[in-house]
């Protein structure tokens, strides 16, 4: 089975401090990852994606996310948060093996704060 | 940025209702996505085509929903008859190759609200 979950529905974070938006995945081998944002009316917007090679994977707009093998993670990270960051965040995953369509996480709404 | 076009962005109907929607894929895109977005943030794959032919769909789809990719026309997806639990923002991806480590790019959705 494929699966990702993503465990904090919303994250409140002062503008200028650092984030994480934890991912957890579920797959027998090692996935397609990515993180998406979504602001309010539009669309998913690829800020990242992960097969193999560096587990350190840099992305649009300063965020980073970790793929850890043993913890079955794909973290979310950024160094210093905009008030423009705020929008809903989801993990994803395509099993290697198991067609080509996108398993999403329910997603974290980030709120940045002054 | 994605070139994905979504017709109409919003959409109201009765039960029992058709519901049509359109996709009209980035320019050179043979693979096209939908997908399903509820309220509650969960995401369900619909079907998948390449070019004019499907690559996967679920259950669900083959019922209620039907969907099509006509060559030179956009895409598009109907549920022939429109229940309360069909409202959702549905998502139009497309991709180059339909390869997992593809970036499938996203459209802006046609929110359906099912009264």
């Known amino acids: 089975a494929q699966s990702v979950t993503q465990p904090d529905a919303r994250v409140t974070v002062s503008e200028g401090a650092s984030l994480q938006l934890r991912c957890k995945y579920s797959?027998?081998?090692?996935?397609?990852l990515f993180w998406y944002v979504q602001y309010p009316r539009q669309g998913l917007q690829l800020l990242l994606k992960?097969?193999?090679?560096?587990?350190v994977v840099q992305g649009v707009n300063s965020f980073e996310a970790e793929f850890s093998k043993s913890n079955s993670s794909f973290h979310l990270q950024k160094a210093s948060v905009h008030w423009s960051d705020s929008a809903v965040y989801f993990c994803?995953?395509?099993?290697?093996?198991?067609?080509?369509?996108?398993?999403f996480g329910t997603g974290t709404k980030l709120q940045v704060v002054p | 940025n994605s070139k994905v076009i979504q017709t109409p962005r919003y959409l109201v109907k009765g039960q029992g209702q058709k519901a049509k929607m359109r996709c009209i894929p980035e320019?050179?895109?043979?693979?096209v996505f939908w997908y399903q977005q509820n309220k509650n943030n969960e995401f369900k794959f619909l079907i998948n085509?390449?070019?004019?032919?499907?690559?996967?769909q679920i259950d669900m789809t083959e019922k209620r929903f039907s969907a099509e990719c006509p060559s030179n026309s956009p895409c598009s997806l109907e549920i022939q008859s429109s229940e309360a639990g069909d409202s959702a923002l549905y998502l139009c991806?497309?991709?180059?190759?339909?390869?997992?480590?593809?970036?499938?790019?996203f459209g802006p959705g046609t929110r359906l609200l099912v009264l």
């Open positions: 994803a995953l395509i099993g290697a093996n198991s067609g080509t369509y996108q398993r």
């Open positions: 320019k050179g895109h043979p693979v």
């Open positions: 797959y027998s081998a090692t996935p397609y």
């Open positions: 085509f390449q070019n004019q032919e499907v690559l996967q």
């Open positions: 992960y097969y193999s090679g560096d587990p």
């Open positions: 991806a497309s991709s180059l190759e339909g390869l997992g480590q593809d970036t499938q790019y």
